[in-house]
């Protein structure tokens, strides 16, 4: 009598393996899919490697990049963008270890009591070494043609735009002065009596 009740436990342990195999190929077949979901799904983003600081200027040492699927809703911006990312403004506070965001970088803002004036200056009146935006500098009255220097104290500035360099030699650039200083920057550059000095850098 205890013979004949083996067969049916042995079916029974057969059916419960059967089963448990039939589970574990389901599970396998789902996170493949999850897995290839995930995978055709990852973009290259720009990441943020150091922190950044709201009016900072952005270098390429600030930026990585990372291939991830970013999570729904989370707006990110393409690698392809690192070039022209870097030398653009904060405009918020950056967190090392976060994504970029599209609303995050741009040009500078004009603070209250500031005015953005366009300068071109002739060959020798600037450094050869870079200017990105965000740098100290002074701006030094000076003659042209042998003329004398006008009057007045050299006025701070700050770079607000990369240099660019024209095919005539000279170099337009953007930079933010005082808002009582505005007028008489705009005159001297006008007239060409203007040269520009780079301040020491505070260490970031």
């Not at 024209?166 to 337009?172: E, V, Y």
């Amino acid at each position: 009598m205890g013979d004949s009740t083996r067969p049916a436990i042995r079916a029974r342990r057969n059916v419960g393996w059967i089963a448990a195999g039939v589970l574990a190929i389901c599970l396998g077949g789902l996170g493949a899919a999850l897995l290839y979901a995930n995978l055709s799904s990852a973009a290259s983003v720009i990441t943020i490697k150091h922190s950044v600081y709201r009016d900072q200027v952005i270098s390429a040492d600030d930026l990585g990049i990372t291939s991830l699927a970013p999570p729904m809703g989370l707006e990110t911006v393409p690698a392809e963008r690192l070039g022209e990312i870097v030398g653009k403004t904060a405009l918020t506070d950056l967190a090392a270890g976060g994504l970029l965001g599209p609303g995050s970088f741009g040009e500078p803002v004009v603070a209250a009591g500031a005015v953005r004036v366009g300068l071109r200056l002739d060959p020798g009146r600037l450094p050869n070494s870079p200017l990105p935006a965000g740098t100290g500098v002074r701006l030094i009255p000076v003659g042209r043609d042998g003329a004398a220097a006008p009057g007045g104290m050299p006025i701070a500035a700050t770079v607000a735009s990369l240099p660019q360099l024209q095919a005539d030699g000279s170099t337009l650039l953007d930079v933010t002065v005082p808002e009582e200083s505005g007028e008489r920057v705009a005159q001297l550059a006008a007239a060409g009596q203007l040269a520009l000095i780079r301040l020491p850098q505070a260490p970031r």
